[in-house]
T-cell receptor, first 117, second 111 residues
Framework: GAVVSQHPSRVICKSGTSVKIECRSL??????MFWYRQFPKQSLMLMAT?????????EQGVEKDKFLINHASLTLSTLTVTSAHPEDSSFYIC?????????????FGPGTRLTVL | AQRVTQPEKLLSVFKGAPVELKCNYS??????LFWYVQYSRQRLQLLLR??SRESIKGFTADLNKGETSFHLKKPFAQEEDSAMYYC?????????????FGIGTKLQVIP
């Protein structure tokens, strides 16, 4: 099956710093990538959808200047949490969709645990 | 606006008993519905989707447009079915795909 990786798996940073999370599709080209946030014991919250080569589409309530998303290639998308604060601490998950022969199935990364001190 | 409702946060059944995980949705157009599963310490993965109309690991789900439901069923639960199950709705509008997940139901199969 298709594999999606995320790096790093866990990051701890000081308040005010920026953190970049990478999402890669390892064995397929991802025309669309999604970024989710998951709070403890809660469901996935879609933050943004990005198509390769174009600007990300953010969900209502998600600050695009705070959560910078870049989908520079068909196998890589990055999420940068700028000027992180403790309330940004969460579990961030990406997923990728190839859209070719697999319909709208999403393949999920393992997630990144961000802790902002 | 699209919404997915999973009314049960936790469902406990005995091994061998039938399982039904409920999912209701609201969407004005023609949605695509999925069930994703997350086993302990593993990532989310697709279990099945309504357009495939297939049975995976003994699970089936039928889209009922009249009741706007997509309940997940299995006639005989097994211990290895214990996991978190998420119902998801995907829609396309103007080339933009939007996905909404339900809150998830934890299935606990008691030996």
């Amino acid at each position: 099956g298709a594999v999606v990786s995320q790096h790093p798996s866990r990051v701890i940073c000081k308040s005010g710093t920026s953190v970049k999370i990478e999402c890669r599709s390892l064995d397929f080209q991802a025309t669309t990538m999604f970024w989710y946030r998951q709070f403890p014991k809660q469901s996935l919250m879609l933050m943004a959808t990005s198509n390769e080569g174009s600007k990300a589409t953010y969900e209502q309530g998600v600050e695009k200047d705070k959560f910078l998303i870049n989908h520079a290639s068909l196998t890589l998308s990055t999420l940068t949490v700028t000027s992180a604060h403790p309330e940004d601490s969460s579990f961030y998950i990406c997923s990728a969709r190839s859209g070719r022969g697999r319909g709208n199935e999403q393949f999920f990364g393992p997630g990144t645990r961000l802790t902002v001190l | 606006a699209q919404r997915v409702t999973q009314p049960e946060k936790l469902l406990s059944v005995f091994k061998g008993a039938p399982v039904e995980l409920k999912c209701n949705y609201s969407y004005s157009g023609s949605p695509e519905l999925f069930w994703y599963v997350q086993y302990s310490r593993q990532r989310l993965q697709l279990l099945l989707r309504h357009i495939s109309r297939e049975s995976i690991k003994g699970f089936t789900a039928d889209l009922n447009k009249g009741e706007t439901s997509f309940h997940l069923k299995k006639p005989f639960a097994q211990e290895e079915d214990s996991a978190m199950y998420y119902c998801a709705l995907s829609s396309n509008s103007g080339g933009y795909q939007k996905v909404t997940f339900g809150i998830g139901t934890k299935l606990q199969v008691i030996p």
